[in-house]
């Protein structure tokens, strides 16, 4: 507290009544917003579980071993997911472009196994998810409806045929890359070496709506973002992104992509990943990483270059994003592309140093406080916690019944879409 001074003590009064006024609001701001929450299924886009269980220190890949009745290492276990009243949520099925042995199907079909042994183990937390009158019906039940969404298009390997076999093991959306350049696709993080979207990577979206898996475009450039949207049959999600106009971050969703939601109806579910939801972290890491690379060539003593890192870190501190910050994307989205075209996306378990206030799986509610706060109606929460994207799912299942009716699988390949073979006369 600080000194007071001579009239301190009428101060000191009024810090008191505006504490109390200030406490009971929040109180009545939460009580809303978990009555909102006992209504709708919060359907969250974006949880990496399923990675932290085959990454575990103690024992990788064991799903009986990462207990969730307990307090598990992560930001994810019952009892938090409980508190936080998630009533959906899309589990994801993450392989990294990166890496490459004997191909991606390997590593790919091993985070189905985890996920799908995750969801049997637990029949009375969780049910698996296909549909969203699945949702519907375990949010009922009081289950958490578990649906999976794969992370990056490299994974079906330029095979239409490996898409359809991820979309039998139950997957739901495909982000169409992950941060690596696909032979049909940018990645926002890498080269754009098409512009967009090839030839076959239109098949790959066509495909997609003809099955009914959510195109997701979180992690693709701009380019793809707008390609995707002219071939798009059915609504598309960002499943973890935010706003660019924001916190300028190649992972963020610009204006111009923004406004073009209502025309498709897709969502852009909101992330919390501190870097994308604060210019200062985003800023920060930058010269954080430049600071790094300087380090790793300048300095070949490890010891000594951990010591300059440190001394670095203690000169420059990691700024902490915010609650308040999440909530102002949320306000953006909702600006710029409407109230049906907001929702989730909380990376929880895909990334550190979480903003305060949003440290785990159990802080959802406080979040939709903070947007009863601003003034947000109980129609909105409602849509923006679960409403559109069953919307979204429900359009894109009456899409694929159409377009199912329309065509047959594709048997296209990239060879015949993307390097057709020109016959000289
Ligand atoms: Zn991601």
């Known amino acids: ?132 009158a699945d949702i519907e019906r375990e949010f009922k ?100 992104s935010s706003a660019r106009a924001l916190t300028d971050h190649w992972r963020n969703v610009p204006d111009s992509i923004l406004k073009r939601l209502p025309e498709n109806g897709g969502v852009v579910m909101v992330t919390f990943v501190s870097a994308f939801v604060s210019q200062e972290v985003d800023d920060w890491e930058k010269i954080a990483n430049e600071e790094s690379k300087k380090l790793e060539t300048q300095v070949s003593d490890t010891v000594e270059r951990r010591r300059l890192a440190d001394d670095w870190l203690a000169a420059h501190p990691r700024p902490k994003a915010t609650l308040a910050q999440v909530a102002d994307h949320i306000d953006h989205v909702r600006k710029v592309a409407g109230a049906d075209h907001v929702a989730i996306g909380s990376d929880f378990d895909g990334f550190e140093y979480p903003p305060v206030g949003l440290e785990d799986v159990s802080t959802f509610p406080q979040l939709f406080a903070e947007l009863v706060r601003r003034g947000w109606s109980d129609e909105d929460l409602k849509k923006l916690a679960g409403r559109n994207l069953l919307r979204v799912l429900r359009t894109a299942e009456s899409t694929a019944t159409r377009l199912q009716r329309e065509r047959q699988p594709s048997t296209r390949t990239i060879d015949q879409l993307d390097r057709p073979v020109v016959s000289v006369p």
């Open 141 to 240: 039940r009081g289950r958490i409806a578990s649906l999976l969404g794969m992370e990056g298009g490299h994974v079906i390997e330029n095979s239409l045929g490996a898409l359809r076999s991820y979309y039998d093991l139950g997957a739901r959306y495909l982000t169409l890359t992950h941060n690596v350049t696909l032979d049909w696709a940018d990645a926002a993080a890498d080269s754009a070496r098409h512009g967009g979207l090839t030839e076959f990577g239109r098949e790959v979206v066509r495909e997609m709506n003809r099955m009914g898996m959510l195109v997701d475009l979180s992690h693709v450039s701009p380019g793809v973002m707008s390609d995707a949207l002219d071939a798009a049959e059915a609504p598309v999600i960002f499943s973890h």
């Open 1 to 132: 507290m600080r000194p007071v001074h001579h009239c301190g003590v009428l101060l000191l009064v009024l810090a008191v009544t505006t504490g109390a006024s200030a406490a009971a609001q929040s109180d009545s701001a939460l009580e809303r917003a978990r009555k909102v929450l006992r209504s709708v299924p919060l359907i969250d886009g974006h949880n990496d579980l399923a990675w932290e269980i085959r990454n575990s220190k103690t024992a990788p890949r064991d799903v009986a071993a990462y207990d969730l009745r307990g307090r598990a290492p992560g930001h994810t276990d019952f009892e938090r997911l409980k508190a936080g009243q998630v009533g959906a949520q899309f589990w994801s099925i993450y392989v990294p472009g990166e890496v490459k042995d004997s191909g991606y199907a390997k590593m790919q079909l091993e985070q189905f196994d985890i996920a799908r042994r995750t969801i049997a183990r637990y029949p009375d937390q969780l049910a698996l998810a296909l549909t969203a």
